[in-house]
């Protein structure tokens, strides 16, 4: 292998891809985007407040209004001397938000069965909430039915409040607060992360190598340069291009999120009312300019717990092995999509080709995304062991926790089998480039294969 | 000793034999035809040559050394099937292309203006390839061959695509290249180009090599050559086309006797075109 020809053929494959309208968008389209989902999410969660809605109650049982008090959303009105039915017909003249119309006691089942009329949609927080309270009372009335003396009292005893700690044990002993949320998410994400490179990147090789067979400039190319140089060459400038985008993509959402805390951050200090703020942090109204707002967090518990967790996360450990493990799934897949690239003169007829790799990189996602729930399951470490789908199990397993020794073998694996695959696909990449007015099978790579 | 010798040529993909035995000459310096019909296997031939294809035994040597990978960038190739990066500006394609021949950023400028100015296309530098016509973008193929300054030169068809206009300019261009010492192998269909610009051909059918030499040569040694006799009497012109086996001085002598003008006599050349047919269905032309 020439070096020079391949640093030759890197730098065109990667600045035609990085210089292509499509690369830019996708990279400064993509991080606005979860950004702005981001953002937006918090903005409206924390800015929106439900309006109060007035719901009129007419209640027939007389065990259910008791139990209905107002909340901070939910206003009660008491019409049950009033028929539900023309109440009913007149909800927004009458300026209620909906009628809630309780029937008479079903004495034999012991419930009652409430209908709920709104003219518009009420939302899942409000009838949640009026269902708990019909439960409730529903409840007090069913255990007052069995007249056991006390049995108020002990219901109120037996009734459970257990809140789950988790933490993780290392050697020494000493504790950290583990939260299966946090982990599952970003095993999740990194799963997803790594299926979507290898897929896109290794389609991109694929379709590097049609464009150049379509066009026929191929024959031109392995007159200058040997065609495991192209191909290597090739594979290698677009992994580039791939960690560029991802570079770009962790800078960027990272400006993003913090230009925009920024403005929110301003934002959030004009609406908030200052001698309010100010008395919540313990500082002077005049004093609230200098506030450091990061602060913030730590005041806020569930806050610091999150943030807790990340740190006991070893966020450089993963990072490195999951550049690792994407880039020999990478080279693996890519070197296989690349021989099926040189076998076909347009894209449409790779669809049947591309079968026995689009499988295990699917099956690899699905496992991944159970892999969260159960990463020591077996079938999630076998997945992790297996070439095909370990890139994306592993990584999907890695925040949990996996032994120095599986990744090694799991590493070493995928090394093994990218080294063979590469070289079978260069063997067949070599013939089939220069075939031309065939369709071909996988019956003909194999051919290909042991032709040479 | 030639500039590329190929000796005991074989090569098979599977079952089928795509050449046999082949063994040519290419002397250095000259125009150097290769034919045979489709699947012949000159391309085959060619691709060995360039090293894009091993064979399976034989060889080949380059200045009577068995050619080497480093020894391809001497070599400029426009092959039957060819095409560019119909996305790529034409100038970066042309600087791409003549990098991997092993030429410096500098050196491939400098020689690309030369030949762009040559062609009158300086213009085109920084247009796409998809926006140019066939025969432009055939140009600029033939520029990105060239550039390097090969010595051994191998076209595919170089005419193809191309209006008479421009084959002219081509034509004119290969015979240059040849003055200035390069060696130029020409895979043709086209048999006047042959008879024209050829100084050795080789001629392969099924995989095997049927005949190499001289053009002047074998355009004697093969097909029915006769002699073309013109001469004027009392009724007019005449054409008289006869055998060569008979004696000239005695035939004129006797046309002389009767008393006629004799306008011309010469050796009729047999058309290249003749020959390939001939040697290949094993049949006359005509």
Not at chain 1, 90 to 104: E, K, Q, T, V, W
Not at chain 1, 259 to 273: C, N, P, R, S, T
Not at chain 2, 155 to 177: M, Q, T, Y
Request: charged residues 25%; proline residues 3%; glycine residues 8%.
């Amino acid at each position: 292998m020439n070096l020079k020809t391949i640093g030759i053929i890197i730098r065109r494959e990667y600045l035609n891809k990085v210089k292509k309208k499509s690369f830019l968008i996708t990279t400064f389209l993509v991080p606005i985007l979860v950004a702005g989902l981001t953002i937006g999410g918090m903005a409206v969660m924390m800015t929106t407040k439900e309006k109060t809605k007035t719901i009129a109650v007419v209640d027939r049982s007389g065990i259910v209004l008791p139990y209905l008090e107002d909340t901070e959303t939910i206003k009660y009105v008491d019409c049950s001397g009033q028929e539900a039915d023309s109440i009913k017909l007149r909800l927004s003249n009458l300026g209620y938000d909906g009628l809630l119309s309780i029937p008479a006691l079903d004495t034999v089942a012991k419930t009652v069965n409430p209908d709920l009329f709104s003219t518009k949609p009420l939302g899942m927080d409000l009838t949640s909430n009026i269902n708990n309270r019909l439960d409730k009372a529903v409840e007090d009335y069913r255990i007052a039915s069995y007249d056991i003396e006390g049995l108020d009292e002990i219901m109120k005893a037996v009734k459970s409040d257990v809140k789950l700690h988790s933490y993780t044990v290392d050697e020494s002993g000493k504790e950290k607060i583990s939260e299966a949320g946090v982990y599952s998410i970003i095993s999740m994400v990194l799963g997803i992360i790594i299926f979507m490179f290898v897929t896109m990147f290794g389609s991109m090789v694929m379709s590097a190598v049609i464009e150049e067979k379509q066009s026929r400039v191929v024959e031109v190319l392995v007159s200058s340069v040997k065609s495991t140089e192209l191909m290597f060459g090739k594979i290698i400038g677009i992994a580039l291009v791939a960690l560029t985008q991802f570079l770009l993509w962790i800078l960027l959402s990272g400006v993003i999120i913090g230009v925009a805390g920024g403005i929110m951050k301003d934002k959030l200090i004009e609406q908030a009312d200052p001698a309010e703020l100010a008395q919540s942090l313990g500082v002077s109204p005049d004093q609230l300019d200098t506030v450091d707002f990061t602060q913030l967090a730590g005041t806020d518990n569930d806050m610091a717990m999150a943030l807790d967790m990340f740190h006991s996360i070893p966020i450089g450990k993963i990072i490195i092995i999951f550049l690792v493990f994407f880039l020999f799934g990478y080279l693996l897949y890519a070197s296989l999509f690349a021989a099926i690239g040189s076998a076909v003169e347009n894209a449409e007829d790779t669809q049947q080709l591309q079968i026995p790799l689009t499988v295990p990189l699917m099956l690899g996602y699905i496992i991944a995304l159970y892999a969260f729930k159960a990463p020591d399951s077996s079938i999630a470490f076998w997945a992790s062991m297996f070439p095909f789908t370990s890139p994306i199990v592993m990584i999907a397993r890695l925040p949990f926790g996996v032994p120095g020794w599986e990744i090694a073998v799991s590493l070493g694996l995928l090394i093994l089998t990218f080294v063979v695959c590469a070289w079978a696909s260069a063997k067949i990449y070599k013939v089939g480039i220069l075939m031309f007015g065939k369709k071909s099978s996988w019956k003909d790579l194999w051919k290909w294969l042991k032709q040479n | 000793m030639g500039l590329i010798e190929c000796k005991e040529v074989c090569k098979s993909f599977g079952e089928k034999v795509a050449l046999d035995h082949v063994s040519i000459d290419i002397p250095e310096g000259r125009i150097f035809g290769l034919l045979g019909p489709n699947g012949a296997g000159k391309t085959t031939l060619i691709r060995i040559i360039n090293r894009i294809t091993i064979p399976n035994s034989g060889e080949v040597l380059f200045k009577g050394v068995p050619i080497t990978q480093r020894d391809v960038e001497k070599i400029g190739y426009m092959p039957e099937e060819r095409g560019l990066y119909r996305k790529m500006k034409v100038g970066e394609q042309a600087m791409y292309l003549a990098q991997l021949k092993g030429m410096s950023a500098r050196d491939a400028r400098t020689g690309l203006k030369e030949w762009f100015v040559r062609f009158g296309i300086q213009d085109w530098w920084d247009k796409k390839v998809e926006e140019l016509s066939k025969g432009m973008a055939q140009k600029l193929q033939f520029i990105t061959t060239v550039v390097h300054k090969p010595s051994l030169l191998i076209l595919d068809e170089p005419f193809s695509g191309f209006d008479p206009v421009n084959a002219d300019i081509i034509r004119k261009e290969i015979l240059r290249l040849r003055d200035e010492g390069a060696t130029i192998v020409l895979s043709t269909h086209n048999m006047e180009s042959v008879e024209e610009l050829c100084d050795e051909i080789a001629l392969i059918n099924k995989s095997r090599l049927v005949i190499t030499g001289g053009v002047e040569h074998i355009r004697r040694e093969y097909g029915n050559n006769n002699v073309e006799l013109v001469y004027t009497d009392a009724d007019g012109r005449h054409t008289e086309v006869l055998p060569r086996e008979v004696d000239g001085n005695s035939t004129l002598e006797a046309y002389i006797a009767k008393g006629v003008t004799i306008n011309s006599y010469k050796e009729l050349m047999p058309r290249m075109n003749d020959i390939f047919i001939k040697l290949v269905t094993g049949e006359d032309a005509k």
